[in-house]
């Protein structure tokens, strides 16, 4: 959905996202890239699946469901706390509002959808699946761009 967006917008296309991490992943690459790329648009989908980064002056610790080498105590941590629904909206809209401020902070326009858009799609889908038989089909894919186009024709 992201390049047929920048079909139709034009300019240089950046695709800042990282496959298997989640919004805090989104923040901190938008943070290192934004006195390099020249930002005039940000288009993000979020999704408030609980995948975490945190980092210490030794390491990156990602927490997610499909990470297998998360200490015991880690991962009591992340189901127990993490990973409930209430928390991840939570953190979430923390990095939705964190991102608009980065946006603004320099010059460009934000433009989000979360996967609740989703609800407002057909559920009798018979479009042509992804390889991996998990990710969004070429129909919820266009449905996300015609979306986002909305989100862009709104403000414009």
Not at 10 to 15: A, I, L, S
Not at 47 to 53: A, I
Not at 56 to 71: Q, R, V
Request: glycine content about 6%.
């Amino acid at each position: 959905w992201s390049y047929k967006v920048n079909e139709e917008v034009g300019g240089k296309f950046w695709n800042l996202a990282q496959g298997g991490c989640g919004i805090q992943t989104d923040y901190r690459l938008l943070l290192a890239w934004k006195d390099t790329l020249k930002i005039k648009n940000i288009f993000h989908y979020t999704v408030p699946w609980p995948r975490y980064e945190f980092f210490n002056e030794k390491e990156m610790i990602y927490l997610t469901p499909h990470n297998k080498n998360i200490k015991p105590y880690k991962w009591k941590f992340f189901v127990d706390i993490l990973s409930g629904e209430e928390y991840c909206n939570y953190n979430q809209m923390v990095y939705i509002n964190a991102i608009r401020g980065v946006s603004h902070e320099i010059g460009c326009n934000y433009y989000y959808l979360t996967d609740k858009i989703l609800d407002e799609f057909p559920e009798n889908d018979n479009s042509l699946r992804a390889r991996d038989l998990k990710h969004y089909t070429v129909g919820s894919s266009e449905f996300l761009y015609e979306k986002m186009m909305e989100c862009y024709n709104d403000k414009a």
